[in-house]
């Protein structure tokens, strides 16, 4: 086998130029196929980052009716049935194996009545939070201060804005100290927290549109404890859940949500640890179902360029054929001496199998180089996310191997069956 390996780079050798031109449609076919790869495990990577929040792991449990999710506005009513959350349930939540953190909070989706000075904030949500929310979403604090223990036991009037709602309302100000007002109520700012990165989303419901809303707006947090002061007292809440992991996410959103839905007190459910059978009830947002969708549709459209590039596989398998037949032509005295010393057919068909998969393997090998050096200039001209698939690589030497046993194993059969009397007349 050694010495078979020996000859074939010695024959690619002599002839460089032949044997370039005929490795040419296998660095093609298999350097598009590996920077169309990259594209798609890059692009799957961004998704899985985006939607699931680049490690913060956390999961969205909102209160929903009908399958649309409840959102409760200044001049709304209470939704009739969700309850305010239980220290009793939330250590329900905590017991999850695969819950790590959770945190619940009340919400306006509007901030009409909120003023700084005479400019008014209108879009942005207001958020009543609890002792864990940032630790527990995994927000950073920019300047200024969190919560702490005494704003809660003395309901402190103090705030905490994100970055867009502190640019929308004091601009280039230092927001540190300012006043605020929320329905005529005083609230001085005290931190500005980081915004959660996000994308702008494909918006196709009008739960997107108004989450996406009011979150490009800003978001203003102030002590659960003195949501009353605003609003009312015992209000529902949503419930954020940190996963132990980002697999265990889809586990902790519906196992949480199982507990909080046995909450739900409403004509048809009376007694509390009985599901609700209604309408109304606590979902968690899948995002890792999100992500798989998206995933599959990418895979979906980038499997068909896959197919196409195949066919340059197909166009190198034939000129390695082609150039195989040519050299068994070449060496037909050389094929009918070694038949005449004693050379089994075995050997003869090993020689020249060999050949050809050496050739497509180079061919390979070349491709596969050629494919992360397309798919780093896609990065750097486009933008468009890529990472190097290992697996992939190693398939796509593999499968250039096979090309040059399949599409050699024709001519490595022509070469073996020479007559060796016939083979020696030749010149």
């Known amino acids: 086998m050694l010495e078979n390996v020996r000859l074939s780079f010695q024959g690619i050798w002599s002839h460089k130029m ?49 399958g649309n999710q409840v959102y409760i506005w200044s001049s709304s009513e209470i939704p009739a049935g969700f309850r305010e959350v239980s220290a009793e ?20 989706m509007n901030s009409d009545g909120t003023f700084y000075l005479n400019s008014p904030l209108s879009g942005a949500s207001l958020r009543g939070v609890d002792e864990n929310y940032f630790k527990t979403c995994g927000l950073i604090m920019q300047t200024g201060r969190n919560f702490v223990e005494e704003d809660f036991k003395k309901f402190h009037k103090v705030l905490i804005v994100d970055s ?71 209000e529902p809440e949503n419930v954020i859940v940190k996963a132990v992991s ?59 360029l896959i ?26 005295s050389e094929i009918g001496l070694k038949k005449a010393i004693g050379a089994r057919k075995s050997t003869i068909l090993g020689q020249f199998l060999t050949e050809a998969a050496v050739l497509t393997s180079l061919g390979g090998i070349i491709g596969v180089a050629t494919g992360i050096g397309m798919a780093r200039v896609i990065n750097k001209v486009s933008g468009v996310a890529v990472a190097v698939s290992v697996p992939a690589a190693a398939v796509a030497v593999l499968f ?11 001519p490595s059969v022509q070469a073996a069956n020479l007559d060796p009397i016939d083979a020696l007349r030749r010149e």
């Open 307 to 332: 197919w196409i590039a195949s066919i340059s596989l197909l166009v190198g398998g034939i000129g390695v054929m082609n150039i195989m037949l040519v050299s068994v032509t070449e060496r037909t």
């Open 18 to 66: 032949r044997s370039f031109l005929t490795m040419l449609g296998i660095i093609i076919g298999i350097a598009s196929i590996i920077a169309i790869v990259s594209t798609i495990k890059g692009t799957n990577d961004q998704i899985k980052q985006s939607l699931i929040g680049a490690g913060s792991n956390t999961v969205n449990i909102m209160m929903t009716e009908n």
């Open 246 to 304: 980002t697999d265990d996410m889809e586990q902790a959103g519906e196992d949480a949500a199982k507990i909080l839905n046995a909450t739900i007190v409403t004509s048809a459910s009376s007694e509390e640890g009985e599901e609700s059978s209604s309408g109304i009830k606590y979902k968690a947002d899948n995002v890792a179902e999100q992500a798989r969708k998206l995933q599959d549709l990418s895979a979906a459209t980038n499997n068909q």
């Open 400 to 410: 250039s191997m096979l090309i040059g046993i399949i599409f050699g194993f024709l």
């Open 89 to 108: 349930t939330k250590q329900k939540i905590l017991d999850l194996d695969s819950v790590e953190s959770v945190t619940c909070y009340n919400e306006r």
């Open 164 to 234: 867009a709602a502190a640019n929308n309302l004091f601009g280039k100000e230092n927001p540190l100290g300012k006043i605020v007002e929320i329905s005529q109520v005083p609230f001085t700012v005290v931190g500005v927290v980081a915004e959660k990165p996000s994308q702008a989303p494909a918006i196709s419901t009008i739960s997107q549109y108004y989450s996406y809303t009011s979150d490009s707006s800003g978001v203003l947090y102030l002590p659960k404890a003195a949501w009353p002061i605003i609003y009312s007292y015992d």
